[in-house]
Nanobody, 120 residues
Framework: QLVESGGGSVQAGGSLRLSCAASGGSLENINMAWFRQAPGKEREFVASSWWRSGFTNYADSYKGRAAVSRDNTKNTFYLQINSLKSEDTAVYYC???????????????WGQGTQVTVSS
């Protein structure tokens, strides 16, 4: 089970750190990712992390201002977003398992989402 937290309302230019806590299994050997979904839009890729190589990947709109990380001792996956923009407003979902990558269908496990609202 994946449970996100850390969302909220923030002004443009601010930062947030989203957390994804896992229970019932270890994240250490799991490919993980973050996706987001804005109202009326498709769910879209934000960032991913491959457990074996440590490689991370980011959507173009997040490159240079977002970072994913893992704390295996806490069994938690994080997404740090800086320089937030109003267009970042969305529900952010944590996803895990499967083959990794940018496609949502690759991940069998999902959290319930956490709302991020950025005001300008």
């Amino acid at each position: 089970q994946l449970v996100e937290s850390g969302g909220g309302s923030v002004q443009a230019g601010g930062s947030l750190r989203l957390s994804c806590a896992a229970s019932g299994g270890s994240l250490e050997n799991i490919n993980m990712a973050w996706f987001r979904q804005a109202p009326g839009k498709e769910r879209e890729f934000v960032a991913s992390s491959w457990w074996r190589s440590g490689f991370t990947n980011y959507a173009d709109s997040y490159k240079g201002r977002a970072a994913v990380s893992r704390d295996n001792t806490k069994n938690t996956f994080y997404l740090q977003i800086n320089s937030l923009k109003s267009e970042d407003t969305a529900v952010y979902y944590c996803a895990g398992g499967g083959g990794g990558g940018v496609r949502a269908v690759s991940y069998p496990s999902w959290g319930q989402g956490t709302q991020v609202t950025v005001s300008s």
